[in-house]
């Protein structure tokens, strides 16, 4: 997959970007995949990719890793919304928003 920056993508920032270049990424899917260890499930998983923050815990299959928690950046409200409507729908309660980070428990986990 490649990804070119992009200027409309606004960073927490507020940086200005200045340039525009192509580079060659992965999904978390193929990181773990390709990783010699076996990862059964994953329990806490964090994501900071400055307003790509969606596309990457998309790659992720949440079904096979099943993450008991995850923080995601989320630095305006579209971004707040979009993860959450993503989220909910799998099984995953925001529990907290600590400045731009969202807090999501898995579902089936008990609370306390």
Do not use: W
């Amino acid at each position: 997959m490649a990804v070119a920056a992009d200027s409309s993508k606004v960073s927490c920032a507020s940086e200005t970007l200045i340039d525009e270049i192509e580079v060659t990424t992965t999904t978390l899917e193929q990181v773990l995949e390709s990783c010699p260890f076996d990862i059964p499930r994953i329990d806490y998983l964090t994501i900071d990719a400055e307003g790509h923050d969606l596309p990457v815990l998309k790659s992720l299959s949440l079904e096979t890793y099943r993450p008991a928690i995850i923080t995601i950046e989320a630095c305006e409200q579209r971004a707040v919304d979009a993860i959450s409507s993503y989220l909910v729908p799998r099984n995953y309660r925001m529990e907290e928003k600590l400045f731009e980070t969202l807090l999501f428990v898995d579902s089936e986990l008990p609370r306390g």
